[in-house]
């Protein structure tokens, strides 16, 4: 099990790891999923969606550019990517991870519970999965803590 968060960065690592081993973008996950995913605020840098994930929810195949997500509650995602391969992600309220753009993939709420997650996608970046500075409350990215 992967858990998403602060706790396990390289479990984070090997589930961003089969995100980005997708071979095509999939559409807009909030044209995709509007049963789940709801636009609060969208300009040219950045876009912030609201996800509420009910027990058995399933999102269609989607793709996110470079983003920020933040764990509102805890909950369980299985993520399948178009291979076939999937993964239970474990998710703890409060965590927060930085990811670079992940390819087509999609999830499953197996948890039980709801799950609520805050995604800021950021428009026209370059790769962000960089190691934070040592300093930064609370960070998490590739290589961060």
Known sequence: MIKFGPSSPSGLLIAWGLLVAGI??????????????????????????????????????????????????????????????????????GENVLLDPVKRHKGRNVGGMQIQILLVELKNTRPMAQKPKEDSPRTLAAGGR
């Open 24 to 93: 095509t973008w999939a559409q807009d996950t909030a044209e995709v999923n509007p049963h789940i995913v709801k636009i609060l605020y969208e300009d040219n840098d950045i876009r912030i969606l609201e996800v509420k994930s009910n027990h058995g929810d399933v999102e269609d195949w989607h793709s996110h550019p470079a983003y920020f997500a933040y764990a509102i509650t805890d909950g369980k995602l299985r993520i399948t990517l178009p291979d076939g391969r999937s993964q239970i992600v474990e998710i703890r309220k």
